[in-house]
């Protein structure tokens, strides 16, 4: 069977955008000879569509769309994820995340997701009730199993200890199913891929079927999706593979031979920063931005931000402004200045000294007898801040948040001020995975001047600042976090590990109680298993950690 598998990149909501792109495939599947034509996970409304899921109207359009979908089609099948209903019982939702099979201008068969994930970023519990039973569809000689994204998560040949009693992709071959279709939409980090791969080709080697993985692609807010669709022959070799993080149509011949493909994943930094790309581009494009802002401190977070604007949005659309105060050294702005050049953008520098000078002077009556501290220090940040979003506001900026993963765990930010922004788009990637991009980016040519990637971090808002002024060393507590956010780890067996128990407290600590900064943080693209965001769900108020 020659299968065309549509890689493409739906907008959450955009059913019209939605439908032509399905339309448009399956064309091209048509006239490429394709006996079936293959499209991702609620690809119709996009993934994941949230609470709009309760909304009748949108159900009701999704239904719509789906049934018009259908009737166009010819001989030729096509498959893509839809919402379905149901409200023969009398507890639930009625509401199923499905795969319609349609052809000869009908819906003629459909799958509804058995596996419904609640966890980390999955909450479709919420919205959608599981499969009443599992099925396969004879079509064209071949028997389908028609599964959907976590249904085929669940293999016990290959895990360990599983998420759920039953496997509804084995409970397939049982049925006699003689070809695996799954649709998904699987938010990418670091690592998944090559886990998803060993999965599969385990699957299929066991049950001797080959295996067609079809995955959506593009950035949903927070969410990055792959792509890398990936499909199997029944020895369990990978025969074929979508690009990464870009749209892609391929099509695979079950009975044609393919020369084995082995490595699926690119090195971290390669991996990260085409994600980061993705999801700042895809971010503006979806929202109706044309052109970024970034505030350029000098430091070495502002400057990869600002590469990767300028990769998403072309250096045209990068407008960067340097904020100096009496604390900015002389180097800051000349390295930021020699980064302009490197990166042919334009910019602006506005002093923040004048507008701080006078604001301290307008609250010297209601800060006296109180020395300085924290608060003129945030001032500062927050003085930066009004200038980024007024000229955000004034010019039409999507403004981008600067501040990465060890900086947010910490709370080494400052609320409404260098927090201000649309989109964190390093608020994944701890400070010492800065460098190592970094490192990457400057490969062949010195991109991002040397004398960034050297400085000693520092905030510049008092005199001789330094960041290992209040936080560990960066290497240090990148592990601890990594540790505590991502392994779910806790203080003694954190301790243990690192060999002090004083400084893991403290880091804990400062994670916990800054947790209110993050709930008003712009949202994270996400890049790791455990990114902040509603990834993430952890109290304000609590008396855990005090």
């Known amino acids: 069977m020659k299968i065309a598998i549509c890689q493409y990149n739906p907008i959450i909501g955009d059913l019209k955008g939605n439908t032509e792109k399905i339309l448009d495939g399956y064309k091209k599947g048509i006239n490429d000879g394709a006996d079936l034509v293959v499209f991702p996970e609620l690809f119709i409304c996009g993934y994941p569509p949230l609470d709009l899921v309760e909304k009748k109207e949108f159900r009701d359009a999704v239904k719509n769309a789906t049934e018009e979908i259908a009737s166009l089609t010819t001989n030729t099948g096509l498959i893509f994820g839809t919402i379905t209903e149901d409200y023969e019982e009398l507890v639930g939702t009625g509401v199923y995340n499905s795969a319609v099979l349609c052809y000869n201008g009908k819906i003629q068969f459909a799958q509804s997701k058995t596996l419904i994930p609640n966890y980390d970023v999955f909450d479709e519990v919420r919205y959608f009730e599981p499969a009443k039973e599992v099925r396969i569809h004879e079509f064209k000689n071949e028997k389908l199993g028609i599964s959907i994204c976590e249904d085929i998560w669940n293999d016990a040949d290959y895990w360990k200890k599983r998420r759920y009693p039953v496997d509804p992709v084995q409970k397939q071959v049982e049925l006699g199913a003689t070809l695996l279709i799954n649709i998904s939409a699987s938010p990418y980090a670091y690592g998944k ?94 929202t109706g931005f044309k052109k970024a802002l970034v505030g350029l401190s000098g430091g070495i977070d502002s400057a990869l931000v600002t590469y990767i ?3 998403a949005l072309g250096k045209e659309n990068v407008h960067v402004v340097m904020m100096p105060s009496k604390y900015s050294t002389e180097g800051s702005i000349k390295d930021s200045e020699k980064l302009i050049r490197n990166l042919s953008i334009s910019s602006d520098k506005i002093s923040i000294q004048p507008v701080f000078d006078k604001t301290i002077e307008m609250l010297k009556d209601a800060f006296k007898g109180k020395a300085e501290d924290i608060t003129e220090e945030n001032i500062q940040s927050r003085i930066r801040g009004l200038y980024l979003m007024a000229l955000s506001n004034k010019h039409g900026y999507l403004l981008c948040t600067t501040g990465n993963k060890s900086e947010m765990a910490t709370g080494y930010a400052t609320l409404y001020g260098d927090m201000c922004g649309a989109l964190a788009v390093i608020g994944d990637v701890y400070k010492t995975q800065v460098y190592q991009i970094v490192d990457y980016i400057n490969r062949n040519e010195e991109i991002i001047p040397k004398e960034i990637i050297q400085k000693a971090p520092s905030a510049e808002l008092r005199p001789n600042q330094k960041d290992q002024d209040t936080l560990p060393p960066y290497d240090l507590l990148d592990k601890i976090l990594k540790m505590y956010l991502e392994e779910q780890k806790e203080l003694n067996e954190i301790s243990k590990a690192i060999g002090d128990y004083d400084v893991v407290k403290k880091v804990l600590r400062m994670v916990d109680i800054n947790e209110f900064k993050r709930k008003q943080s712009a949202p994270v693209l996400r890049i790791s298993t455990k990114a902040f965001g509603y990834g993430r769900r952890y109290p304000i108020v609590q008396g855990w950690r005090k």
Do not use: H, W
């Open 309 to 311: 604007a300028v990769k």
């Open 193 to 286: 891929r090559k886990e998803k791969y060993n999965m599969l080709s385990v699957l299929t080697r066991t049950d001797k079927l080959p295996l067609v993985y079809v995955c959506c692609v593009g950035a949903q807010t927070e969410l990055i999706f792959d792509g890398a669709s990936m499909c199997f022959n029944s020895d369990g070799q990978l025969c074929l593979i979508g690009k990464a993080f870009e749209e892609d149509y391929i099509i695979f011949d079950t009975k044609k031979n393919y020369n084995e493909i082995n490595e699926v994943e690119s090195s971290f930094e390669e991996e990260a920063l085409n994600a980061l790309i993705l999801g700042l581009r895809d971010y503006a494009a979806k």
